[in-house]
């Protein structure tokens, strides 16, 4: 199996904490007011140029599938690339491109709500799970009181690893936490475990000091860590504020025209071809979810 490693990008505190499990190199220059935006609403017969903004040189690859399939349809893919998380959603409000896919659902809602933007999730794309790891134990069933959980410290990728520890048997949330929940939320623990809230950059490499922790899928990978290798496998996919997404501009929406060609990009990406990516380049840490959802139905 090919494995392609994902070197991490610095976030900013707030982005860390509501952005998705990062997943990109930093490759990505910040594409601000690059190039006009795109004439999606062309005649039928012209090629349609569409730019789409991203964060990492990851998701070039990820999109080259979907890229090389548009083509046949007309359709020019721009892929754009941003350095950072906070400047995409702003491109896309001011029309500066016409997509974007960098985000989960629990950020882009953040983002909606600080900055007023109008913009919405047109498809799903993936997920990412996080796994718990070990290098001293071989099962959960070999966790014992006293032993060493790591987990991440921000909000988004610590709620996560807290459900991912309740479906394993170790913890009890109380009923009602949110789809965040943190410490404070464990009303019983299973198994007398130490939690131990971290960086997650820097968990893969304390996992010689601590009995076990759940490492986000971008720093599993490169790390060096397997999905085979988890003791335990991310469950909680079903979550759909943790899904991944492209969103686009409202206003475009109401363009019939506008909207077919979009979602003729969303089907591209929702593909074989690109689940192929997912399992042979990237070794199941990304996962497909909510393909069957229409969100541009209506």
């Known amino acids: 199996m090919k494995l392609r490693k994902i070197i991490p990008f610095a976030l900013s505190a707030t982005a860390l904490t509501l952005a998705l499990s990062a997943c990109g190199s930093n490759g990505g220059t910040n594409a601000g007011t690059n190039g006009a935006p795109a004439e999606s609403g062309a005649p039928a017969g012209e090629t349609v140029t569409v730019k789409l903004g991203v964060v990492g040189s990851i998701y070039e690859e990820l999109w080259a599938p979907a ?6 349809e007309g359709v020019d893919l721009q892929i754009v690339q941003f350095s950072d998380y906070v400047t995409p959603n702003n491109a896309l409000a001011n029309g500066e491109i016409d997509l974007n896919a960098f985000q989960h659902r629990i950020y ?4 909606i709500e600080n900055y007023g933007y109008a913009i919405e999730n047109i498809g799903n794309t993936f997920i990412i799970p996080l796994n718990l790891y070990s290098s001293k134990v071989g099962s959960v069933e070999e966790l014992k009181d006293g032993d060493t959980v790591a987990i991440p410290d921000d909000l988004t990728n610590g709620g996560r690893a807290l459900k991912v520890l309740e479906a394993a048997g170790l913890i009890t949330l109380r009923e009602g936490a949110a789809f965040n929940p943190t410490l404070d939320d464990i009303e019983t623990y299973n198994v007398g475990i130490k939690i131990e809230e971290l960086k997650a950059n820097v968990i893969p490499s304390t996992l010689a000091d601590v009995t076990a922790a759940v490492v986000n899928g971008n720093y599993a990978l490169d790390f060096g860590l397997k999905t085979e290798e988890a003791i335990y496998k991310d469950t909680v996919l079903d979550v759909e504020e943790y899904w991944n997404l492209v969103a686009a501009r409202s206003a475009d ?6 909207a077919a060609v979009y979602e003729k990009v969303v089907k591209a990406f929702q593909s074989p071809e690109t689940e192929k990516v997912f399992n042979e380049t990237y070794g199941g840490y990304f996962i497909k979810v909510g393909w069957d959802q229409n969100l541009l139905a209506k």
């Open 108 to 111: 882009l809602e953040s983002e």
């Open 67 to 72: 890229q090389q399939a548009l083509k046949d």
């Open 253 to 258: 929406l109401q363009d019939a025209n506008k």
